[in-house]
C-alpha cells in the first residue's frame, strides 16, 4: 500500500539507480556525455524537491543529515545555480562565458571550500581550452 515512507524509499532507489547511470554513462564515453549526465543532474534535482515537499509534511521521515540546516546551504544553493548555468554556456561552447560566471561567483563567496570547487571549475574549463 502506498505511504510516505514507500514514496521516499522508491524515490531514493530511483535517485541511486540515476548516479548510477550518470557514471556509467560517464565510463562508457555515450555521446553526448555531458549532455545527458545534465539531464539525469537535473532529473536528480527534481526528484529532490519532491523528498523536499514529502520531508516538510513529515518531518520524522527526514533523514538526520537533513534534519538541520547545513551552515553554508546559501552558499551551496548559489555555487549550485552558478555551475547549472556555466554548465548550459559550456555546452553551447561558451566556455568564456562559464569561466566568468565562476569569477562572479568566486568574487561574492567567502567559504573556502565552495571557493575550491568554483576554481577547480575554471581549471578545468581553461585546460579544456588551451588543451
Given at each position: ?45 527534481e526528484i529532490f524537491e519532491i523528498e523536499m ?6 518531518p520524522h521521515l527526514r533523514p538526520d543529515e ?58 578545468r574549463l581553461q585546460r579544456g581550452r588551451d588543451?
Amino acid at each position: 500500500m502506498a505511504s510516505p515512507e514507500s514514496v521516499i524509499h522508491r524515490l531514493s532507489a530511483a535517485s541511486t539507480l540515476l548516479n548510477r547511470a550518470a557514471g556509467e554513462i560517464r565510463d562508457a564515453g555515450l555521446p553526448p556525455a555531458r549532455t545527458n549526465i545534465t539531464r539525469i543532474g537535473k532529473a536528480l534535482a527534481e526528484i529532490f524537491e519532491i523528498e523536499m515537499a514529502i520531508h516538510a509534511a513529515h518531518p520524522h521521515l527526514r533523514p538526520d543529515e537533513l534534519r538541520e540546516k547545513s551552515p553554508h546551504s546559501d552558499s551551496e544553493r548559489r555555487l549550485t545555480a552558478a555551475m547549472i548555468e556555466a554548465l548550459d554556456h559550456e555546452e553551447r561552447g561558451g566556455v568564456a562565458q562559464a569561466v566568468d560566471i565562476y569569477r562572479v561567483y568566486l568574487d561574492q563567496e567567502q567559504t573556502p571550500r565552495h571557493r575550491e570547487i568554483a576554481q577547480g571549475e575554471i581549471d578545468r574549463l581553461q585546460r579544456g581550452r588551451d588543451g
